[in-house]
């Protein structure tokens, strides 16, 4: 049974790492994070535990799953943490505010934050980007935890506790690119036989990840073709790939507000053709995610939200 009211032999160290648990998601993490023993978290969670009456963690099959109780604790912790932080940091926090950290991949710098110039926030925000490339989805998540990085962006939502995710765009219609001197570039629509016999550049976002789009575009009728498409260029740099299509005879598939966007502001010489119409192609969502409680956090809704404002002007 757990403590009534105060308890003065209540052990502060143990909210480090309750919260480490909770961020890590099983407690073997949460040890290396800390670099202690595993033992060590199991018995300070069973300390923990103690002083209060309703469960915290159950079993799952991965490890410890926390109970709805865990995530409002570890909310209630986590917001008294900020207001001592508060205290520490009263003298900065005027300029801390004024500046976030996103993580996304090259389409975020090139694409999205470009947009943003012609708005007043990098006249009050400071932005700083960084390359989420080559970094484990597990690494952005800690760095969300650690607030080394306030904003993530990218093409899936993290279902973390004390993680808050929004859809921000969505790409439904796709073309494919090519140089203006290409010998396509004066179609409407390819067939499928132009498409499968031309040789591809695609944008892909991380060494250790095959090209997803490839894995995006399906055959309605499997009868017209079962080959794959042949790959003359990858790039982790969207702006390298458009480039590199511009001056040779390699294709690519792209969302449509995308490639309007490296043609008419961007002014690459490039053409936009049908990809052939037996195809389906699945929509492209991507998702910004942050610390529920990050201390700019106002300066995050106003990015989210001038972000997913510029993608509904772009439909």
């Not at 103690?50 to 986590?78: C, M, W």
């Not at 389409?107 to 390359?131: A, R």
């Not at 995710?165 to 969505?170: E, G, K």
């Amino acid at each position: 049974m757990g403590s009534k009211g105060g308890d003065k032999d209540f052990d502060y160290n143990l909210i480090k790492i309750f919260g480490a648990v909770i961020s890590a998601g099983n407690a073997a993490k949460a040890a290396q994070q800390l670099g202690i023993t595993p033992a060590a978290v199991s018995l300070a969670l069973r300390r923990l535990q103690s002083h209060y009456q309703e469960a915290l963690f159950v079993r799952g099959k991965n490890g410890l799953l926390p109970t709805d109780r865990a995530i409002d604790l570890h909310r209630d912790f986590q917001q008294v943490i900020e207001l001592l932080n508060g205290t520490f940091l009263a003298k900065n926090r005027r300029e801390e505010a004024a500046q976030i950290t996103v993580m996304g991949s090259d389409i975020v710098e090139s694409y999205y934050l470009s947009q943003l110039h012609d708005i007043d926030v990098f006249e009050q925000v400071l932005i700083n980007h960084f390359s989420s490339r080559n970094i484990a989805r597990e690494q952005m998540i800690e760095r969300i935890f650690t607030s080394q990085c306030d904003l993530v962006i990218s093409t899936e939502p993290i279902a973390r506790p004390g993680i808050e995710n929004q859809l921000i765009d969505s790409f439904k219609s796709f073309v494919c690119i090519c140089a203006s001197s290409h010998m396509l570039s004066q179609l409407t629509q390819l067939t499928l036989h132009q498409f499968y016999t031309s040789r591809h550049a695609l944008f892909q976002m991380n060494i250790n990840h095959s090209p997803g789009i490839n894995e995006r575009v399906l055959v309605k009728n499997t009868s017209y073709h079962h080959g794959q498409r042949m790959i003359g260029y990858c790039s982790d740099s969207i702006h390298g790939l458009v480039s590199v299509v511009e001056r040779t005879s390699l294709i690519a598939l792209m969302p449509l507000k995308m490639a309007l966007f490296f043609k008419n502001q961007r002014k690459y010489d490039i053409k936009l053709v049908l990809p052939p119409p037996e195809l389906m192609i699945r929509p492209i969502q991507i998702h910004a995610s942050w610390k529920y409680n990050d201390k700019n956090i106002s300066v995050i809704n106003d990015i989210v939200s001038r972000l997913h404002t510029l993608s509904s002007f772009r439909r």
